[in-house]
Each structure stands twice: as C-alpha cells, then as structure tokens.
C-alpha cells in the first residue's frame, strides 16, 4: 500500500463528499450527512492519501465511548487505488480503534453485489448473519449484515 491513513477533519469533506458520490453514485449520502458524521463524537473516520496528499479513500466507524458493539459505516477506495490493499488498511485501523473503545462485537451491512468487500471482510473475521431484502434503494440490492467479535 502506498498510501497514508490519518484522521479525518471537517476539510476533508469536499473530497469525502466527491468519492462517496462516485463510489456509490444511486445510494450515495447526502453531504450533510457526511459532515454530521465527521463532527459526531460517536464516530471515527479515517481518509488515505496518496503521495500528493490527495484523498484516494475513507472509512467512518461508529462506536459510541462506552458501548461494546460498534458499526462500520463504510469504507471507499477510489476506483484506480481499489486492490492494493488500502481497504484493508482502513478496515484494520478501524477495528483497532474499536477495540482501544473496548467493543466487543462489530457489524456492518455490505451490498450483496459486492463480493469483493465480503471478501476483504471475511478476511477480518466477519460472518454472516441475515440479509435484509432490498436494503439498498433504488438498485433493490439486498444488504448482506455481518459481524465480528474482537479479542
């Protein structure tokens, strides 16, 4: 991976914004959404940036202080960057903050037409348990929820 992790601020949102638009162009969050969570002390997110410093992806774990269960809220990698290993990065540094929080369990919901990111979820310890018919509108893709209990 040739690409750095730090947390994310709130001038960071137009490229956050810009990448969650193309990444997930007919379900994408709304702006407003997205800076609800940056702001959020519940919330933890992280972006990755190239040599430039240029955002190329991000991940929002949400994990009240206190609370033994957390969600991941998503994680994007821009299109050319996808497949080396920066997803994972994200994902690994999200969980480790989820455990510096004491959770136990984590979950998440993942598009059932995505079986690359169940992939890279499985490869973390994350299993399925249920599916929620249509979950992501318009496309009526079905979400795939899994979890993982950290040690």
Known sequence: MTARLRRATAT?????????QVTF?????????LAEELASPHGYYLVALDDGDA??????????HGATDADVQTIAV???RRRQGIGAALLDALLTEARTRGVRDVFLEVRADNPGAESLYASRGFERIGIRPRYYQPDDVDAVIMTAVLS
Not at 25 to 33: E, F, K, L, N, Y
Request: without cysteine.
């Open 12 to 20: 960071d949102l137009d490229a956050i914004d810009t990448l969650e």
């Open 25 to 33: 162009p007919t379900d994408a969050w709304s702006r407003q959404m």
């Open 55 to 64: 955002v190329i992806g991000y991940a929002g774990l949400r994990a009240p």
């Open 78 to 80: 821009s299109a050319e």
